[in-house]
C-alpha cells in the first residue's frame, strides 16, 4: 500500500526543513508524499526556470530519501492546489490560447517548463534509486464548457492529455503515471482507450469546507459504492484516491451560511480559523471516513494535506488566506498536537502491518449484517489467498452521534461464533469506526479474532511476537488465541478475564488508562486505551541498500514507547539510538526490537541511564529542561518608519513606469477603456498594482467614477493628487467595484494626478477549459466627468521588474509594487539611519497612505531546539482602532503573509508564521 501524505515544498521555503516534515509523516506510519509543483513560481520570467535554492527539488528529493518516503510528483502544468491561476505563469495568463487546451501556443508555454521539471524528475525515479514512484500528469482534468459528460473527453482534450503524457514520457519517465480524475467517471483509466495512463485515481472532499460549522458534516458527499466503481472502471489497477480530504479550509468570506465563520469563536481562539478547519476534518473523520476509503480497498492512498503550509509571497489564489495550515494533521508550524495526527498513525502502521489487506476483497457494506442492529453497517474484507478477514464496523448513518451497542456473528477457523463470546457488548461510541480482524498472521502465530484494533505487530528477538491492541475509553474488548498455544497469563495490570472456550482461551478486558500486559508462548500482547497507544512508535529499521530507509514489507521494525515524537531508531550492537522530540519530561522504553542483549539508549546523541522495567524492557527517562527564550516584544521594540506612498506627490518621477498604451488585449474580457489597463498584460501578475493618471483640470470636474478589479478581497484606494477620495476595503464576493468619487474646484490647466493603489489578491482556479484564471486585474473602466476618457494618460507599477523579477531567491510573486518594496527596503538592513522612529502598533497612521515600518531582533534559539513560532495579529495590535487597514509582513525580505484588518470583523483573524532560515 502507498499511504502518502501530501506537502508542497514551495509553501515550506526553507530547503532544511523538509526533512523534519517528512520524518513527522514517516513516523504516522505513512511510506509516501506527493507534492506540486508549481510552474508559476519556477518560470515567473518566460523562458527562465529556477530550480536552485529554495526551489530546489534535488533537495526535497534527498530529504524524502533520507526520511525513506516514496514520492508521487505532480508537475501539472496546472496544479489548482490553491495557488494563483492554479500554477499557471502570468506571462502564460496573456497569450492568445485557451489554457489546457491542445492550442500550439499553449502547448509551447508549457515545454520548457514541463521538459526542465520532467527531467529532474526523471533522475529521482525510483528506477534510478531515487524516490519518484508516481508521476500524475495534469490534475482534474475532467471536464470542458459545453461538453457533456458522455461526450467528454473531446479529440482536443484527447489531444492535449496526450500531449502532457507525452511531455513526461519523453523526458524518459518510465514509473507508472496516475491520473487524478475528481469526477470519478473513469476518464483516462488505463483501458479507456485514453492517453497513456497505468493507474486511474480520483479524488473527493466528501467533508467539504465549512469549517465555520466544524461539528456538522455534510454527507450528502459521501461514498457508499467506490469498490463497485473501481471494478466498472478500473478493475486491473490499485483502487487509487489521489487526494482525500485531510483538512479543510475557508478563504476571503467565501461561506454563505449564517453560521459560517462565527466572529465570536474565532475571536476566543485568537482569530484562528484554521484550528476550526482541524475540528471539521478532526479524528473521528479520521476514523469514520478514512476506514470507510479502507473498506473500498484502497491501495494508494494521499491524504491532501498532510502538511499544508503558508501561502507567503502572493503565491496563494484570490480565495484563500496567507496560512495554508489547511487544519491538517501537522500544523503550519509543523506541531503535531492534533489528535488526527495519533489516529492516522494507529491507523497507517495498522495497515502496514497487515499485509493480507492487500489481497482481501472488498464487499459492500450491509445495515444490520452479520448480527449487528439495523444502525450499525458492517463492510467485509475477506481474505484471498489469506484466511484473515477484516470487518468494518461504522454508524449506517456516518454522522450519528449515538452510543450503538452490538455484538458480531463471524465465521472462524474455530467455527461461527458470537463476539464477545465471554458477555457483554461491543460499542460504537459516537462517530467512530471499528476494524475486527479474524484469523489474522502475527507472524506464523495465528490470531483467531481481535475486536480490539492493532496498532501493529512485531517480530521480537528469535520467535517472539509483540501486537499491540488498543480501544476507546470503557469499551469492552476481547481477542482469542488457539489453546494449543497455552495458557495466557497477565504479565502486566489487572482486571482481565481469560477464559477457555472450546478450542481457543478467550482474553476479555474494559479499556481504562492503566495498560495490562498478557503473555501467551513466544507471543506478547498490549492492551491500551487508545490514547495511550499514541505514545507509541512503530519504527522501522533501516534496511540493506537499495531499500535503505524506504518501507518494504519485509523490514523489522522496533516498537518504542516515547512520547512526542520518535523520528528514526537505529541498532547497532547492543545500543539502540533513537532520533525524537519531547515536550515534557518523557519515559522511554524500549518495547519490542528483533535484536538480542541491548543494554544502551542513546537519544539524539546522548546516552541515557537505563534501567530493565518489570517486563524486562529496557527503559530510561529524557529530561526537558525548558530552554530559556528570549521572545522579541515586538510592540515594544524600537520601530522606524518611512511614508511609502511618495507617488501621491503630482512631482513624483514615474517617467520610469510603465505607459499604458496597448490598444488591445489577447483577454477574453474585451477592453471598456481606450487603452489596455489589464495589470497582466504589462506583465504584472502579483502583489499590489499602482496607477497614476496624469490629466489636465477643466475646472468642471465634479466626480470620478472607477472600476477596479483585483481578485475577490481585493481593496484600492484612491488619491487625487495628496488628497485622499476614498478606498475599498473589500468584500469576500467582489472581484471588482465601481465606486464614485466627488470633488471640485480643480485649477483650471493645472496638471493632477490621480493614484489608485491596489491590493491585488491573486488569480482564481478554474474549472478546464474556462480560462476564468484570465480574469484581468486592474482598471476596468473609468469616468472623469467632463472629460474624455482619453484626456487621462495612464501610466502603471507592479513588482519591480515584472516579470523579469528581480529577486531570484525568493522568487517572481515575492513583492507588489509598493514605493518600499520596489526599493527593496523589505530585506535584512535596510538604509533607516535617517528614517523616524516611529511605532506601527502603538502610534501607526493618522491618515490614508502606507506606511512602511521597519525593526530588527534576533532569536538566539538555543542549538538543538525546534521551537514553533507565530505571528499572531489581533485587534489589540490595531494601533489607529476604528479604521481599516492591510499589512504585509517581511521577515528577512520572505513576505510572510498579509493581514487585513477589516476582514476581522467579517470572519477571520490571522495567523502568520515564522519559519527560521
Ligand atoms: C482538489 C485539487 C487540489 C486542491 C484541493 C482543495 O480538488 O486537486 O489541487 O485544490 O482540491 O484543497
Not at 505563469?89 to 508549457?110: K, S
Not at 474646484?745 to 474556462?770: F, H, K, R, S
Amino acid at each position: 500500500m502507498l499511504f502518502s501524505g501530501e506537502f508542497h515544498p514551495f509553501r515550506l521555503p526553507v530547503p532544511g526543513l523538509w526533512l523534519d516534515v517528512f520524518q513527522k509523516i514517516k513516523s504516522m506510519g505513512f511510506n509516501g508524499v506527493s507534492f506540486y509543483t508549481d510552474w508559476n513560481l519556477l518560470e515567473g520570467n518566460p523562458g527562465h526556470i529556477f530550480t536552485e535554492g529554495i526551489w530546489s527539488l534535488e533537495r526535497f528529493f534527498e530529504a524524502a530519501s533520507e526520511a525513506g518516503i516514496y514520492l508521487i510528483a505532480r508537475p501539472g502544468p496546472y496544479i489548482n492546489a490553491e495557488v494563483t491561476a492554479g500554477g499557471i505563469p502570468g506571462w502564460v495568463l496573456r497569450i492568445n490560447a485557451t489554457i489546457r487546451c491542445d492550442d500550439p501556443e499553449y502547448l509551447n508555454a508549457t515545454t520548457k517548463y514541463m521538459s526542465t521539471v520532467a527531467n529532474v524528475i526523471e533522475r529521482a525515479q525510483i528506477t534510478h534509486g531515487g524516490p519518484v514512484v508516481l508521476v500524475q500528469p495534469e490534475n482534474e482534468y475532467a471536464t470542458w464548457p459545453d461538453v457533456s459528460e458522455a461526450d467528454f473527453p473531446t479529440t482536443m482534450n484527447r489531444e492535449y492529455m496526450y500531449h502532457v503524457e507525452k511531455q513526461l514520457l519523453d523526458a524518459g519517465i518510465t514509473v507508472p503515471l496516475i491520473v487524478n480524475d475528481n469526477k470519478a467517471l473513469g476518464y483516462w483509466a488505463p483501458g479507456s482507450g485514453l492517453g497513456a495512463m497505468d493507474i486511474y485515481g480520483i479524488d473527493a472532499y466528501p467533508l467539504r469546507y465549512d469549517c465555520g460549522n466544524p461539528t456538522f458534516w455534510p454527507t450528502y458527499r459521501f461514498p457508499y459504492n467506490w469498490q463497485v466503481l473501481h471494478e466498472e472502471q478500473s478493475p486491473k489497477t490499485p483502487f487509487a484516491i489521489a487526494e482525500f480530504q485531510g483538512g479543510s479550509g475557508g478563504g476571503w468570506y467565501n461561506c454563505n451560511l449564517p453560521l459560517c465563520f462565527d466572529r465570536d469563536l474565532l475571536r476566543n481562539r485568537e482569530g484562528v480559523v484554521e484550528e476550526k478547519c482541524a475540528e471539521l476534518v478532526n479524528e473521528e473523520a479520521v476514523r469514520v471516513v478514512y476506514k470507510n476509503n479502507y473498506g473500498f480497498g484502497v491501495k494508494i492512498f494521499n491524504i491532501y494535506m498532510t502538511y499544508g503550509g503558508t501561502n507567503w509571497g502572493n503565491l496563494g489564489y484570490q480565495g484563500g488566506y496567507t496560512s495554508y495550515d489547511y487544519g491538517a494533521a501537522i500544523t503550519e508550524n509543523r506541531e503535531i498536537f492534533r489528535e488526527k495526527y495519533s489516529e492516522q498513525k494507529l491507523e497507517a502502521n495498522f495497515l502496514k502491518a497487515s499485509p493480507a489487506y492487500l489481497t482481501a476483497t472488498p464487499e459492500p457494506g450491509i445495515n444490520g449484517s452479520y448480527g449487528v442492529p439495523e444502525p450499525i453497517a458492517v463492510t467485509p474484507l475477506r481474505g484471498n489467498s489469506t484466511q484473515t478477514n477484516f470487518y468494518l464496523i461504522r454508524h449506517a448513518n456516518f454522522s450519528s452521534l449515538s452510543s450503538t451497542e452490538y455484538t458480531l456473528e463471524l465465521p472462524t477457523s474455530i467455527g461461527n461464533i458470537t463476539i464477545p463470546q465471554l458477555g457483554g457488548n461491543l460499542v460504537l461510541n459516537r462517530r467512530d469506526s471499528k476494524f475486527h480482524v479474524t484469523d489474522y498472521d502475527l507472524g506464523g502465530v495465528n490470531l483467531i479474532y481481535t475486536t480490539a484494533e492493532i496498532l501493529t505487530r512485531a517480530r521480537g528477538t528469535g520467535s517472539a511476537r509483540v501486537l499491540i491492541l488498543h480501544g476507546g475509553s470503557g469499551e469492552t474488548h476481547e481477542f482469542a488465541l488457539h489453546r494449543r498455544l497455552g495458557n495466557p497469563t497477565v504479565a502486566e495490570g489487572s482486571d482481565v478475564t481469560i477464559t477457555l472456550k472450546d478450542e481457543a482461551y478467550v482474553v476479555q478486558w474494559h479499556v481504562k488508562p492503566q495498560r495490562r500486559v498478557i503473555r501467551v508462548s513466544n507471543v506478547e500482547i498490549y492492551l491500551l486505551w487508545r490514547n495511550e497507544a499514541y505514545a507509541y512508535w512503530p519504527m522501522e529499521l533501516e534496511a540493506a541498500a537499495p531499500i535503505g530507509n524506504y518501507t518494504s514489507p519485509s523490514k523489522d521494525v522496533a516498537v518504542i514507547k516515547g512520547g512526542y515524537l520518535i523520528r528514526s531508531v537505529q541498532i547497532t550492537h547492543n545500543e539502540i539510538r533513537l532520533v525524537g522530540d519531547v515536550n515534557t519530561t518523557t519515559e522511554i522504553e524500549v518495547v519490542s526490537t528483533p535484536t538480542k542483549n541491548l543494554n544502551k539508549i542513546v537519544f539524539n546523541g546522548e546516552s541515557l541511564q537505563t534501567s530493565r522495567s518489570k517486563l524486562g524492557k529496557l527503559t530510561a527517562t529524557v529530561a526537558y529542561k525548558y530552554p530559556a527564550l528570549k521572545i522579541p516584544d515586538l510592540v515594544n521594540l524600537e520601530w522606524k518608519f518611512i511614508n511609502s506612498l511618495p507617488e501621491i506627490d503630482p512631482s513624483y518621477d514615474d517617467s520610469a513606469w510603465t505607459s499604458c498604451t496597448k490598444q488591445s488585449t489577447n483577454n477574453p474580457r474585451q477592453l471598456n477603456t481606450p487603452t489596455n489597463m489589464y495589470s497582466m498584460d504589462y506583465g504584472f501578475h502579483t502583489g499590489s498594482l499602482l496607477y497614476r493618471g496624469h490629466f489636465v483640470a477643466n475646472g468642471l470636474e465634479t466626480s470620478l467614477s472607477l472600476n477596479v478589479s483585483g481578485g475577490t478581497g481585493f481593496g484600492h484606494s484612491v488619491w487625487l493628487n495628496r488628497t485622499f477620495l476614498g478606498s475599498w476595503t473589500g468584500a469576500g464576493s467582489n472581484t471588482t467595484t465601481v465606486q464614485e468619487f466627488a470633488f471640485a474646484n480643480l485649477t483650471l490647466d493645472q496638471p493632477y494626478v490621480l493614484t489608485v493603489l491596489i491590493d491585488d489578491m491573486g488569480q482564481d482556479e478554474e474549472a478546464p477549459g474556462t480560462d476564468a484564471i484570465k480574469f484581468p486585474h486592474g482598471i476596468f473602466n473609468y469616468e472623469l466627468s467632463h472629460h474624455l476618457k482619453s484626456d487621462i494618460s495612464w501610466k502603471m507599477t507592479g513588482n519591480l521588474g515584472g516579470e523579469q523579477y528581480a529577486d531570484l531567491v525568493r522568487g517572481p510573486r515575492n513583492e507588489g509594487a509598493m514605493y518600499a518594496e520596489r526599493q527593496g527596503y523589505h530585506y535584512p538592513e535596510p538604509p533607516d539611519a535617517s528614517w523616524k522612529s516611529f511605532n506601527p502598533i502603538k502610534d501607526g497612521l493618522s491618515e490614508a497612505g502606507v506606511g512602511f515600518f521597519t525593526t530588527s531582533f534576533s532569536l538566539d534559539i538555543p542549538l538543538g531546539w525546534d521551537v514553533p513560532m507565530s505571528f499572531v495579529f489581533n485587534q489589540s495590535s490595531a494601533g489607529t482602532t476604528g479604521l481599516n487597514y492591510r499589512c504585509q509582513l517581511f521577515v528577512n525580505g520572505y513576505q510572510f503573509g498579509k493581514y487585513s484588518k477589516w476582514f476581522i470583523y467579517r470572519f477571520i483573524g490571522h495567523r502568520l508564521i515564522c519559519c527560521s532560515q
